[in-house]
């Protein structure tokens, strides 16, 4: 497979795996003709939840500094201006967070999840349109500033802390872990590698973007009011007595089937259909939902030390 073939490479090169690019001939992730998609399932625990995925450039080969820290910092944040706080303020969400969803030597998914309430998965479409206006904020934003911004320098700064104070772990996962970050990254970067960061390539940042629209967006919704096609008993479904086919006994259709495939492997019910053109419409433009919602970047965090030197008691 590729991640094979880029091993062999790099190690015939002497180079380091995660820096050798993906080969140009890959297929994507879903076929372009295909996007934007709406996926459903109905999970067997209370879950309400909605996901917005995008697949953007493979990131592993700038694993010194990943675009993809700094849009996870931005959309995930919590603070007063974020998604979250607007979602939270109009009683639509419980959780969020950003990131990506799949990483691989040859495929790179960035997500953005939330869990939503009662109320917030009514206005599901809502909660997308904010989360889409905080993305054209981020678009229309100079990349310069994005990229070499206090974000970056204060995510920078955290991170160095976390490494130089890490807690020890087992030395069965200390070798293990090891073991795979030296094939990844080689000897010299193996303990700092993902754990530091360095300066941002902010036309990277502007790449990453790029990508996240309505036009290319998966959706994932999962909600227990989702409906699997009927079920019949000893191969009797067709009418109902007293009314017509497909019924329900009083003369009235069944509603369609939300879920109307069925998982390969499982047989889990799901459904996979386009985006609604309507709703991919209304994400690409203001609405009175985000134009009423006060959405800025993180404001400068104060707390952030500059000096760990311990205070004699």
Known sequence: GANASASASASAAGGIVADMPPPADLPPFIAPEKLPRLIKFGPLREIRRLQLLWEVPVVRPHWRAPPTRLLSHLLGHEGEG???ATLQDRGWATALSAGERVEQADTCVFQVRVELTVEGERHWED???VIFAYVRMLQAAPVDELANSYHWDEMATMADISFENAERTSALDTANGLCKRLHLYGGEDVL???????ALDSSLVAGYLERMTPESVIVIRASQT????????DGEGGAAEGGEAGGTGEGEAEPEAELNQTERWYSVPYGDDPLNAEVVKSWGADTPTTTSAT????AVNPYIPDDLTLVAG
């Open 82 to 84: 974020s998604v979250f």
């Open 127 to 129: 909660v997308g349109a």
């Open 192 to 198: 700092t590698a993902g754990r530091r960061l360095e």
């Open 226 to 233: 989702f409906k699997a096609p009927t079920e019949t008993k």
């Open 295 to 298: 959405l800025h970047l993180p």
